[in-house]
Antibody
Framework: EVQLLESGGGLVQPGGSLRLSCTAPGFTFSSYAMSWVRQAPGKGLEWVSAISGAGGTTYYADSVRGRFTISRDNSKNTLFLQMNNLRAEDSAVYYC?????????????WGQGTLVTVSS | DIQMTQSPSSLSASVGDRVTITCRASQGISNYLAWYQQRPGKPPNLLIYAASTLQSGVPSRFSGSGSGTDFTLTITSLQPEDVATYFCQNFNSAPFTFGPGTKVEIK
């Protein structure tokens, strides 16, 4: 069974850093591109970042480029999102999501999400 | 960047009604369009990809159509469990933008 289990969220002050993790048991992790998608409370979905299966290709939304870094450790079936210089507008539930083995970044499995709150 | 819009932003319909949600892209995206359902307090759930391909396990009352800039999600007979917010998503090119969502309620 495919599972995506996020962790690492919490309360952080503006300008601070946080590292999110997403462990992925139940499928051949290295064969799948992955993404982070966030959702501010009561708001819509915002795609944040994506990474290819081998980790060699990454994409970022303009709102996080230069502050966030996506990476993965395929030996540990884990996806990461390093978030630096956090702002209040980064407060959201962060979901990791799997791209199926087909053309284009849409997402067939999602985790339950981890909440990030940026506040002083 | 490609912008996605949806209409209406919310709707209320009776059980058994036919419901149609529209999504528009700011430029042509061929059929690189996905639809998701998000029930309250839950992560999104993939319904349709490539504009009209039904994801495995999704009830056949859901269908999608369109190409280029204009797309439609149709629920042929609304059920109580369909109460949710529905999002479209461009996956033609990064950034892989989502529409703002359409909230569906039962009248």
């Amino acid at each position: 069974e495919v599972q995506l289990l996020e962790s690492g969220g919490g309360l952080v002050q503006p300008g601070g850093s946080l590292r999110l993790s997403c462990t992925a048991p139940g499928f051949t992790f290295s064969s799948y591109a992955m993404s982070w998608v966030r959702q501010a409370p009561g708001k819509g979905l915002e795609w944040v970042s994506a990474i290819s299966g081998a980790g060699g290709t990454t994409y970022y939304a303009d709102s996080v480029r230069g502050r966030f870094t996506i990476s993965r450790d395929n030996s540990k079936n884990t996806l990461f999102l390093q978030m630096n210089n956090l702002r209040a507008e980064d407060s959201a539930v962060y979901y990791c999501a799997r791209r199926p083995n087909t053309l284009g970044y849409f997402f067939d499995y999602w985790g339950q999400g981890t909440l990030v709150t940026v506040s002083s | 960047d490609i912008q996605m819009t949806q209409s209406p932003s919310s709707l209320s319909a009776s059980v058994g009604d036919r419901v149609t949600i529209t999504c528009r892209a700011s430029q042509g995206i061929s059929n690189y369009l996905a639809w998701y359902q998000q029930r309250p307090g839950k992560p999104p759930n993939l319904l349709i990809y490539a504009a009209s391909t039904l994801q495995s396990g999704v009830p056949s009352r859901f269908s999608g159509s369109g190409s280029g800039t204009d797309f439609t999600l149709t629920i042929t007979s609304l059920q109580p469990e369909d109460v949710a917010t529905y999002f479209c998503q461009n996956f033609n090119s990064a950034p892989f933008t989502f529409g703002p969502g359409t909230k569906v309620e039962i009248k």
